[in-house]
Antibody, heavy 122, light 110 residues
Framework: QPQLQESGPGLVKPSETLSLTCSVSITAIIRSSNHWAWIRQAPGKGLEWIGSIHHSGSTYHNASLRSRVTISVDTSKNQISLRLNSVSAADTAVYYC??????????????WGRGTTVTVSS | QSVLTQPPSASGTPGQRVTISCSGSSSNIGNLPVTWYQQFPGTAPKLLMHADNERPSGVPDRFSGSRSGTSASLAISGLQSEDEAFYYCASWDDSLNGYVFGTGTRVTVL
């Protein structure tokens, strides 16, 4: 079983909301001092950080996506979630979750999920 | 458009040394450490180097990193065929208050 596993619909219609979940098995989120991140990669493109969350609620967002993104944590299920509303074809990508260490300075992401592909199409 | 710029490609023959640059600004790698990720097509990125030159366990010592001014570099010494992959630099950006990735470099072993 992967330490981080993303899940969610593979197909989302334009203007609707993309919802993904990342199940964490590497540690109990509530006992972790780290943040947990969402990153995406459009087909043939580079990596784009979406945002990161700590179980305390501390959250950082990519400013370019902030108005459409909600990142949350469910410590009872040991999961983090991503909601991206008003999607368009430009949101078609592989979405990854990762453990984000040292947020705000000495950052790195040391554990990654395998990613889940989301296509936005009618 | 990324705030960290990398050359789109780099190449070398087996055994050669290849260097990948990452150019940023004072709000990111000019004052904050850089991280490097390695990604093979169709797979998730893997942490290759953090804190400029710290290799996680399992990363071969032929990979090394450095940072000077507003630029950083990843060097691969003794290039091997299995090093053929995409490489991304990354850093926190104080002006954006967010994490930024470089544009990525595809390394080809000739």
């Amino acid at each position: 079983q992967p330490q981080l596993q993303e899940s969610g619909p593979g197909l989302v219609k334009p203007s609707e909301t993309l919802s993904l979940t990342c199940s964490v098995s590497i540690t109990a989120i509530i006992r972790s001092s780290n943040h947990w991140a969402w990153i995406r990669q459009a087909p043939g493109k580079g990596l784009e950080w979406i945002g990161s969350i700590h179980h305390s609620g501390s959250t950082y967002h990519n400013a370019s996506l902030r108005s459409r993104v909600t990142i949350s944590v469910d410590t009872s299920k040991n999961q983090i979630s991503l909601r991206l509303n008003s999607v368009s074809a430009a949101d078609t990508a592989v979405y990854y979750c990762a453990r984000h260490i040292g947020v705000g300075g000495k950052d790195y992401m040391d554990v990654w999920g395998r990613g889940t592909t989301v296509t936005v199409s009618s | 458009q990324s705030v960290l710029t990398q050359p789109p490609s780099a190449s070398g023959t087996p055994g050669q040394r290849v260097t990948i640059s990452c150019s940023g600004s004072s709000s990111n790698i000019g004052n904050l450490p850089v991280t490097w990720y390695q990604q093979f097509p169709g797979t998730a990125p893997k942490l290759l180097m953090h804190a400029d030159n710290e290799r996680p366990s399992g990363v071969p010592d032929r990979f090394s990193g450095s940072r000077s001014g507003t630029s950083a570099s990843l060097a691969i010494s003794g290039l091997q065929s299995e090093d053929e992959a995409f490489y991304y630099c990354a850093s926190w950006d104080d002006s954006l208050n967010g994490y930024v990735f470089g544009t990525g470099t595809r390394v080809t072993v000739l």
